[in-house]
Every structure is written in C-alpha cells, then in structure tokens.
C-alpha cells in the first residue's frame, strides 16, 4: 500500500471536537470533600434501590500473582441525562515493598451522546473516599441508637482506614475510637494520623477490647475468619468492608446467623463479600440477606428494630459513577484540571 492509498485510510478516521477533561490526584484530593464523598454516595445508593434507569453489571476479575483487577462499569440515566463510566482498580499487595499504595485505580466517563472520552482522573483516593463514605451512609440508615456518644472500633490499620475515620467523623458523633492490626507499624502510623487530628483514641491488647464498641468496622484482606461473638458484644453495627472477593471472610458465621445482614448488593455479596465463605460451605444460605442498602435509603424496606446488623460491603460501580460524576461537575464549576484532546 503506497502514501497516497494511505492517507486515504487515515483521512477516513476524521477527528472528534471533543476535549477531555483530565484530573490529577492532586485535583481530586481538592476537590473531594467529605461533603462531596456523602452526598454522592448517598444518592448512589438511592438510585441503586429504586433500580430505575440502572445499567450495572456484576465486577469483571482478573487474577494476578499478587492481587487482581477489577472493572467495574455503569450507566445510570438521571430522569433523561444518561451518565456513563467506568473504574479500573488493581489490587496489589506487592505494592507495600516499593512504597505504592495496595490500591491503584483510575475512572472515565464517557460522552452518552457521542462515545467519546469525556473525563479520566486518579480513583485510588476516590476508591478510598467513596468506600468511606460508604461506611457512612450505612451508618446513617442502620445504626439505631442515637441517644449516646459512639465508640468506634476498627480492626486493620491501613489506608482505608483513614478515610473511614474521616468519613465518619463527618456523619457521627463519635466520643473515641478503638484500633486494632496485627501490624505494629500500621498501628503506630493509624496513631499517628489520629493524633494529628486530635481524635481520642487507644491501642487493643487483642479483639476482646472490641465487646465495649457501638460500631465495629472490619478492613483487612482476610481469609480466615476472625471476629467472634464475643468480640462484638454490644455492637449494633457492623460494617464488613474486608471482603471484596471470593474466598475473603473475616466475621465467624455465628455473628452473621445472629445478625440482620443488609448487603450492598446481593449477588456480589453472594459471590464475594462477607457471606461468600460461608453460603459456599452451607452454613447460612441467602435467605439470610434482609436487604440492599439502596433499598433502605431509597425506602423501599425498614431494618427491624432492637437487633444487630452486619453492613456487607463489597463495593458496587455505582457509587464511584456517582462520585466521578460530582468530581467533574465540581472540576468543571471551579475550572480545575486539564483539557486534552485524544479524539
């Protein structure tokens, strides 16, 4: 084929007249509030209950020696404005060694209307903010007993713990905070960070410290269950964000059997949260799952009073559509970021 035939071809693929807009982590930190990280979430939830105008497939796996990626896509239509996006998010424990964090990802959006590239940004803060304000939204439909100060117990000292910490400081009024890993140096870092804040907190000798919390909020990579009914003894919430994929667990089935278990989404939670292990091994089976958060913001169903409940986390796509989407908007109000053309 000769120049001429060619640029024939190339001429044919004529450019798009649309910029992208493009965000730093840096950006993204500026931008995402706490405020922000709430009100998305919230509303995300919202939609996800109502199952209305919702195109949200189940996460996409791929393995890797040390960790995985997940691909998580959705197209929400917003009463006529169709939002859709997609996040990239590789887990790497690996990471540790070379000073990255464990959690990697970014998130577009892209145009509905043309297909084209609208919007990309970092998503490992945004993973972070979105799973936090997760924990809280959960908290503000579940947790029942508002009469007192909370003591908040959280067991694995990484950097989603971080932002559970400031998630919830923003929705609750929380009178200490209990902390717990198996890692001495995620302790004394998590410390640290409260300290900074200025936030009352101890160290526990071991997870029977736990009995005394209101709220207990798991975050490690477990596989091995840990958490025993005893350990949570006057818990009234328990928020698992552990476990994210098959074959994690990190609360004994005793503590799910004698719970109200509300997921975030059920075949997700099936497959990979909390409940994967033991559904797999026929100690509890889905009859079990009382209902999806979404369905509660969006009221749709009402918790039963008086009893303990379990939140199973496993991080769904629409929460970090809604959260992308209200960081472009905010980007594009404050004229924050860079527009680049790839089309």
Known sequence: MNEVELKAVYDYFGSIEKETLFLTIEDVKRLLTPQLAFSCVEKAFYYAGSKKGVQMPQKIYFSYHDGDMRVMPTVVDLGGEVITGAKLVSIHFNNREIGLPVVVGFFVLVDSATGSLAFVCDA??????????????????????????????LIGCGAQARTQIIMMLYIADISDILIYDISDEAVKSLGDFLSKLRVKFSVA?????????????????????FLKPEHVANAKLINAMGADAPGKQELYPEIIRESVV????????????EINVPLSEGLIDDSIIFAELGEIVAGKKRVPSGGRIIFDSTGIAILDLFVGWGLYKKALEEKIGMKIKIH
């Open 124 to 153: 490992t803060f945004l993973t972070a903010m979105r799973t936090g304000a997760a924990s809280a939204v959960a908290f503000k439909y579940l947790f029942q007993d508002t009469r007192k100060k909370v003591k908040l117990g």
């Open 205 to 225: 000798k071991d997870l029977r410290d736990f009995s005394i919390c209101d709220v207990v909020i798991t975050l490690t990579p477990s596989t091995s269950p």
């Open 262 to 273: 509300i997921v975030d989404d059920t075949e997700q939670a099936k497959h990979g949260g």
